[in-house]
């Protein structure tokens, strides 16, 4: 049953990685490195909103202490999107009217919400052990949004498809989850709302700074290129941290998985996971410098190939950010090492590092060269040592035993 479940998930987030990936060679082609560049910051933007509006409040409801209280949080999510949804749309409103963005812009609101509420009906069919729906909803989301630029943007040339695509997409996967848990406005108490929200109110508290730090600091290089060099830039970078991270999404979390499930063995019996840390470090480092160093002489040919002509500078993108992805690569699979080990207090110190020394070598590049060549070299040197930390702060990790999950698993196994 669990290996069942298993396949349920992974081949509906394959399929979903695949499909958008699918259409990209066709956007780029169709839309330039301008448009594809705005529409780059505006998914971006789109994620740090969808995946923040919620408060993190999402988090809680696998760990509702009952059904009611799972229901509860899923409603209180769906609230607290509308609610903060309506003032993003007044704030960009009005940023749009001193002409400080684009009237596109204006789709951000809707985007973000129909992206939050996705993922908090996600996490309530992941409480409800609906594997298959949250299998098919990726599917549902992934073709229609794919389905809607390809007909919009490549055969009618309508750039904004593009990003009418992503609000279909979750749209429509919206109503698949309404469709298999439904509600009545009735069910809706503004009393049980308020006990949920002060009840569940540490995961917004512990989890939200942590998220909200990652977001900004692991996507302000996009809005700097967007900035100092333009949407064309932006569109390049974007276009080259999609495709060399891909590897990352479906290999390295696949990895991570076994990682995780192995640590936790590992743990109960040795009280830290130091072997398999080692084990899975050299086997996914090696995996990176092998897999990015062939990409490393294929950027070009391959670039110019799938995207088109004018998608060359991407490939050099690539290359100088090689060093990053493969640390990125490294990382990822024993990224689990914090959470296990209960370092979530020096995780949160190493998103301020991230951003410092991400505005650092910036501010210094651009200080002394207006090269975006210069520029990119500091994005891969930052990005490459705080990665370089992060792993060194998951090796520390996996060799100090956790007490308190030691404890919390053998109450777990008493009470059984």
Not at 92 to 118: G, M, Q, V
Not at 149 to 168: D, H, K, M, P, T
Not at 269 to 292: D, E, L, M, Q, R
Not at 367 to 386: A, P, R
Request: with cysteine; aromatic share 18%.
């Amino acid at each position: 049953m669990l290996l069942k479940n298993i396949s349920k998930l992974v081949s509906g987030t394959v399929v979903a990685q695949l499909l958008p990936l699918m259409v990209l060679p066709l956007l780029t082609q169709k839309m330039g490195a301008e448009a594809f560049g705005g529409f780059s910051l505006f998914f971006t933007s789109t994620i740090m909103l969808g995946t923040l509006i919620g408060l993190r409040f999402e988090y809680a409801i696998n760990a509702a202490k009952c059904s009611s209280d799972a229901f509860g949080l899923l409603i209180l999510c769906i609230l607290l999107n509308i609610i903060l949804t309506v003032i993003t749309a007044v704030i960009i409103s009005i940023l749009i009217y001193f002409e400080l963005l684009n009237i596109i812009w204006l789709l951000l609101p809707l985007s973000s919400i129909t992206l939050s509420i996705n993922q908090s009906y996600y996490a309530y069919a992941n409480y409800k052990f609906s594997f298959g729906a949250m299998s098919k909803s990726k599917i549902i989301s992934a073709f229609l949004c794919a389905l809607t630029q390809l007909v919009l943007v490549y055969f009618l040339s309508i750039n904004e498809g593009a990003y009418i695509g992503i609000i279909i997409g979750y749209a429509i996967s919206n109503l698949y989850f309404c469709y298999l848990f439904p509600f009545c406005l009735s069910d809706i108490s503004y009393l049980k709302v308020k006990t949920i929200f002060f009840k569940y109110s540490k995961y917004p508290k512990l989890i939200f700074p942590g998220t909200f730090l990652n977001f900004i600091s692991g996507n302000l290089p996009i809005y700097f290129f967007g900035y100092f060099f333009g949407p064309a830039q932006a569109g390049y970078y974007s276009l080259a941290t999609r495709v060399a991270g891909l590897p990352t999404m479906m290999i390295g979390r696949s990895i991570g998985e076994v990682f995780r499930s192995r640590a936790k063995a590992e743990l109960t019996h040795k009280n830290n996971f130091a072997s398999i840390f080692n084990k899975v470090s050299i086997t996914s480092f090696t995996i990176a410098v092998f897999g990015y160093s062939i990409l490393f002489f294929s950027a070009p040919f391959l670039f110019t190939f799938v995207f088109g002509e004018g998608w060359g500078d991407s490939a050099l993108f690539v290359q100088i950010l090689i060093p990053m992805f493969i640390m990125q690569f490294t990382t990822a699979p024993v990224a689990y090492s914090i959470m296990l080990s209960g370092w979530q207090k020096q995780e949160f110190y190493w998103q301020v590092l991230r951003l410092v020394s991400i505005m650092l070598s910036v501010g210094l590049v651009l200080l002394f060269s207006d090269n975006i060549v210069h520029f990119i070299w500091g994005i891969s040197f930052s990005m490459s040592f705080t990665f370089i930390v992060y792993f060194l702060l998951c090796f520390y990790s996996s060799k100090v035993s956790n007490e308190l999950y030691l404890q919390k698993d053998a109450l777990r196994t008493l009470s059984k």
